[in-house]
C-alpha cells in the first residue's frame, strides 16, 4: 500500500483463471458495448465476489462504498501474443480488435466486482464505453508518422500532450443529476495494452490536500464560485464549459466529493475574496502533492475513484502507448439515463 488512500488486491490463481474466462467470454460476445454485455459482467463478478477471501472481500468493500482513491489490480494475466507493433494502429482497427476488447471487458468485470456499473455520456467518445487512449492526433515528444506539427492538436487522451491532474468531465455535479446534466463518472478503470516506455499515470489523492487546507478555505471551495471550460473530447457540436460550479462538495459516502481539472478550471468572475484565496490555496497544496504513479501494463488495472483522487500524465514519450479506460457509476449515483443497456447517459 502506497498511501491509506490506495490499495492493492492481488488475485489467487483459480481467481486469476475466472477473471480471464471471464473476458474471454464477455469479449467474444462482443465486449462492454454489446447489448447484454452488463448482465454477464456482473454475474462473472458476483463468481468471482464468492471465491474472495475476508480480506480481499473487505478491500473491495472500501472502494465500492468510496473510501478509497484508487484501487490497484497487480499481477493480472497479461494477453499473450501480442507484440509491440512498430507503430499505433488506427483508432478505427482497435475498437474493433479482440485483445483491446478483452481488456475491456476484463475492466468491465472488475468494476462490477467494486459494484460499479460500465456507461457512457452521448456528448463524449462517441457515446461509446471503450475509450482507447493514446496519441492518435499528435502532440507527443516525437512527432507521429502522420503528423504535421504545425496543426494545433486537441488537449484530451487521444492526443500526447501533457494532461494536467484532473477529474473527468462533467463538471456539473458528482453524485447526483442536476441542471439537467448527470453527474461525473464515479470511477475510472484504466489498463495498458502497450506500455513500452514505462510512462507512468499520475494519481494525486485528495483526502490530505483537503485536510490540509484551512476549515473556511473549504467551505469557499464548497460555494459556487468557479468556471470551466468545454472538454475536447466531447462530440462536436455537443457539450458546453459551465459557470458557477463548486469545487468540492459534502458527500454522504465518502465524507466528499471533489471536481476539478488544472487547466480547464478558473474563478467566477462574480466569486468573493474568500473564494478567491481558497482557490489559490488549493492550487499551491496540489503543487506541493507528489502524485503516485502507477505504470499500467497488461496485467495491471487500476481503478480511480474519480470523487476523491485526480489523475494526469505527462507528455507521451512512446507513440505506441496505449491505455484502456472504462467510466463507471457507483451504486449511489443517480445520472439521466437515456438507455438502459449498453447504459447510455445524458452528459
Ligand atoms: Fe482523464
Not at 467470454?25 to 459482467?41: E, F, I, T, V
Not at 473556511?216 to 468545454?230: I, K
Request: net charge neutral.
Amino acid at each position: 500500500m502506497k498511501d491509506c488512500e490506495i490499495a492493492t488486491l492481488t488475485l489467487d490463481n483459480d481467481q486469476l483463471d475466472q477473471l480471464h474466462k471471464a473476458s474471454l467470454d464477455l469479449a467474444r460476445h462482443g465486449g462492454p458495448q454489446a447489448p447484454g454485455a452488463a448482465l454477464k459482467a456482473r454475474l462473472w463478478a458476483r463468481l468471482l465476489e464468492a471465491s474472495l477471501q475476508p480480506v480481499q472481500q473487505a478491500t473491495v468493500n472500501l472502494f465500492a462504498d468510496g473510501k478509497l482513491a484508487a484501487l490497484l489490480f497487480a499481477r493480472l494475466r497479461a494477453p499473450k501474443d501480442d507484440p509491440l507493433p512498430e507503430r499505433l494502429p488506427e483508432l478505427a482497427a482497435l475498437e474493433q480488435d479482440f485483445t483491446c476488447l478483452y481488456l475491456g471487458s476484463r475492466n468491465q468485470v472488475l468494476l462490477e466486482l467494486v459494484r460499479h456499473c460500465a456507461f457512457a455520456f452521448d456528448i463524449d467518445n462517441d457515446g461509446k464505453h471503450l475509450r482507447l487512449v493514446g496519441n492518435f492526433k499528435g502532440g507527443g515528444r516525437l512527432p507521429r508518422h502522420d503528423e504535421d506539427r504545425r496543426k494545433p492538436v486537441e488537449l484530451s487522451s487521444h492526443a500526447g500532450l501533457r494532461l494536467g491532474p484532473h477529474t473527468e468531465a462533467p463538471y456539473h455535479c458528482s453524485v447526483v443529476a442536476r441542471d439537467g446534466h448527470s453527474p461525473a463518472p464515479s470511477a475510472l478503470v484504466l489498463s495498458a495494452r502497450w506500455n513500452p516506455a514505462g510512462e507512468p499515470t499520475r494519481i494525486v489523492p485528495l483526502r490530505s490536500v483537503i485536510e490540509g487546507l484551512g476549515s473556511l478555505d473549504v467551505l469557499a471551495l464548497s460555494s459556487r464560485s468557479f468556471d470551466f471550460t468545454r472538454s475536447e473530447c466531447f462530440v462536436d457540436g455537443h457539450g458546453a464549459g459551465g459557470a458557477a460550479t463548486s469545487i468540492i462538495d459534502f458527500d454522504e459516502q465518502g465524507g466528499f466529493s471533489v471536481r476539478y481539472n488544472a487547466y480547464r478550471f478558473s474563478l467566477n468572475e462574480q466569486a468573493s475574496d474568500a473564494a478567491a484565496r481558497a482557490f489559490d490555496a488549493f492550487q499551491s497544496r496540489l503543487a506541493q502533492t507528489r502524485p503516485v504513479d502507477f505504470v499500467l501494463q497488461p496485467d495491471t488495472v487500476l481503478l480511480v475513484n474519480n470523487t476523491r483522487a485526480l489523475h494526469g500524465r505527462e507528455s507521451l514519450c512512446d507513440n505506441r502507448r496505449l491505455l484502456i479506460r472504462l467510466f463507471g457509476y457507483s451504486r449511489f449515483a443517480r445520472p439521466l439515463i437515456l438507455k438502459q443497456d449498453p447504459l447510455l447517459v445524458r452528459g
